[in-house]
């Protein structure tokens, strides 16, 4: 039962990933997530929950979450893949990797001097 759900889930996922790189506008932000027992990780170890979402006025409103083991810059270059649009994030490295991407920062963290590109 899980399998088959996974099968067809990941479909529409997929779909609507597709659907989130062709907007103008992307947030993205992670965070922590302390998984207890998970296969080949030592018990409560960190990972990572990364977000991304289209942008407020969008037309199709998506939010999509992408779990992670790690904080490292891959990890959005392969959600977004070759994106050409604008990317909104705090001040996070990771997210001015992103080549052909526009990267600008958000408002809630422009109090922080290392926020801004």
Request: charged content about 20%.
């Amino acid at each position: 039962m899980i399998g088959s759900s996974e099968k067809h889930l990941s479909r529409i996922y997929d779909a609507l990933k597709l659907r989130l790189r062709s907007q103008p506008l992307i947030h993205g932000d992670e965070t922590t997530v302390q998984v207890l027992k998970e296969m080949d990780r030592a018990a409560a170890s960190t990972s990572y929950m990364w977000a991304y979402r289209s942008g407020q006025d969008s037309d199709e409103p998506i939010v999509l979450l992408d779990y992670q083991p790690g904080r490292g810059q891959i990890h959005p270059q392969a959600f977004l893949g070759h994106y050409h649009g604008i990317v909104m994030s705090d001040g996070y490295s990771a997210w001015r990797t992103l080549e052909g991407a526009t990267h600008i920062g958000c408002m809630a963290h422009s109090r922080r001097a290392s926020s801004m590109p």
